[in-house]
Structures are given as structure tokens and as C-alpha cells.
């Protein structure tokens, strides 16, 4: 990956600096992900609707 191959300190000092940011998104994916195994645990009609948003969302990346 690109990580993996980059110089350590370069990836250091890119996550001192930018810690509050990848700490606010590292919690906001893990909030998705509990949400996602709890709808998955429940309401199959929910999950796919899910990742139908999830794929529109993906889609609409590309038109930018």
C-alpha cells in the first residue's frame, strides 16, 4: 500500500499533524460500522438499503 511504502517519518509526522482530524474520522467509520451490525441483526430490507446509499454515494464521487 502506499503507507507501507512511504518513508515512516513522512506518515509520523502527516498523522502529528493531522491527529484530531483522523481521530474525529477513525470514530465516525467506527460509529458506521456498529451501526451497520446492528441494522444487519435486525432488518435485512435496512442492510440493503444500506449499501444501495452507500453505492449512490460512491457513484456520486465520480461526478465531481
Known sequence: ???ACG???MWQDICSENSHAI???ASAFNDALR???TVH????DAL???FLAACEFR???DER
Open 1 to 3: 500500500t502506499r503507507i
Open 7 to 9: 518513508s515512516a517519518q
Open 23 to 25: 481521530e474525529c474520522a
Open 35 to 37: 451501526h451497520l451490525l
Open 41 to 44: 441483526a435486525s432488518d435485512m
Open 48 to 50: 440493503e438499503s444500506e
Open 59 to 61: 457513484k456520486s464521487l
